[in-house]
């Protein structure tokens, strides 16, 4: 069975500077998907960005890019020039083709220190 | 573009009755939606695959008489808490997926219900 762990309940990063949240992953499937989404105090769950395991480059959205390690099962956000507004709940997901579910880390809490 | 709506966004009902959350997409069809229930501070559980026009396929564990789910068209999903309890209460979140770019699913703001 896929799984998704997030091994840092909370990080906390200073503003304006860079912070890395870490995701790894199982799976036996070849063809799959990666998420992060956020969750502001709103609960309102955010896309912020997606990667297909077929390509090998990094997805980057803006101040957010991916480090993808697919031998090695990794996924982490990479958040630069961090943001007060970056505070919020992160989830990492995966999900394959076929049905399209997806499976849900833990997630991790970030803080942003003024 | 890419909107997701949920109604209403909070409710509070007496133990016992029914209650019906909707889930609308916008700004496009969704075929698959999908229900999930989070508890305060933990992940969000799957509760249920919704597909327009067919029945809904409902995880491990959760019951298929208590929440009931009808994907009537490509656009709206309603989920109905028959008979709701206080156990019942928690955060409801909808998500749909467009006919392309089917591994994306965008989310609906949620839906806070207590059971009093």
């Given at each position: ?45 955010i ?68 | ?5 949920q ?12 209650v ?38 409902y ?15 490509l ?42």
């Open positions: 069975a896929q799984t998704v762990t997030q091994s840092q309940p909370e990080m906390s990063v200073q503003e304006a500077e860079t912070v890395t949240l870490s995701c790894t992953y199982d799976t036996s499937e070849s063809d799959y998907y990666l998420f992060w989404y956020k969750q502001p105090p709103s609960r309102q769950m896309l912020v960005i997606r990667q297909e395991a077929y390509k090998q480059q990094n997805a980057t959205e803006n101040r957010f890019s991916v480090n993808f390690q697919k031998a090695a099962k990794s996924f982490s956000l990479k958040i630069s020039d961090s943001q007060l507004g970056d505070a919020a709940m992160y989830f990492c997901a995966y999900t394959s083709s076929g049905t399209y579910k997806y499976i849900f880390g833990t997630g991790t809490r970030l803080k942003v220190l003024a | 573009g890419a909107v997701v709506s109604h209403p966004s909070r409710v509070i009902c007496k133990s016992g009755t029914s019906k959350i909707e889930c609308r997409s916008l700004d496009f069809q969704a075929t698959t939606m999908f229900w999930y229930r989070q508890f305060p501070k933990q992940s969000l559980m799957l509760m249920a695959t919704s597909n327009e026009g067919s029945k809904a396929t995880e491990q564990g959760v019951e298929k008489d208590k929440f009931l789910i009808n994907h009537a068209s656009t709206l999903s309603t989920l109905t808490v028959t008979s709701a309890h206080p156990e019942d209460s928690s955060f409801y979140i909808c998500s749909a997926k467009r006919l392309m770019y089917q591994e994306t699913q965008y989310f609906g703001p949620g839906t806070r219900l207590l059971v009093l």
